[in-house]
């Protein structure tokens, strides 16, 4: 997904976002903190399917097998994963992405991402 910039955010942010931080550390605690409701769940598909029953949700996943949806957002501020993961890794000034873009970086991590989801598909079949 393209970041949404500012003088794009009425066409573009308000839409889902998929977000991956490899190797980051776990954000599921403290993003329950930002959400009225958190329930856990064993599988991508239990937990997309509890997310779609909500107009907004975040899902954070500590690894395959334990995955969150968080719902009702108690005034949660924009860009709050990017936030809670920059938060967590101790570097907080990164979180906001117009002062830290780093478009490039995102575009290679991107581009892994495809590459290896597309494997994955492949290999499914």
């Given amino acids: ?22 190797g980051a550390q776990d954000v599921s605690v ?21 997310g779609a029953l909500h107009p907004e949700y975040l899902l954070t996943s500590p690894d395959r097998n334990r995955l969150f949806i968080h719902s009702t957002p108690l005034n949660a501020p924009r860009q709050l994963a990017r936030f809670l993961v920059a938060w967590e890794n101790g570097d907080p000034h990164l979180a906001d992405w117009k002062a830290w ?17 597309a494997a994955r598909e492949i290999n499914a079949d």
């Fill in 1 to 22: 997904m393209a970041v949404c910039a500012a003088d794009e955010h009425d066409h573009h942010c308000f839409h889902a976002h998929f977000l991956v931080f490899p």
């Fill in 30 to 50: 403290l993003a329950g903190s930002y959400f009225a409701h958190t329930v856990e769940f064993p599988s991508i598909s239990a937990a997309l399917a509890s």
């Fill in 101 to 117: 873009p780093q478009r490039e970086r995102a575009i290679s991590i991107a581009n892994t991402l495809r590459a290896a989801f």
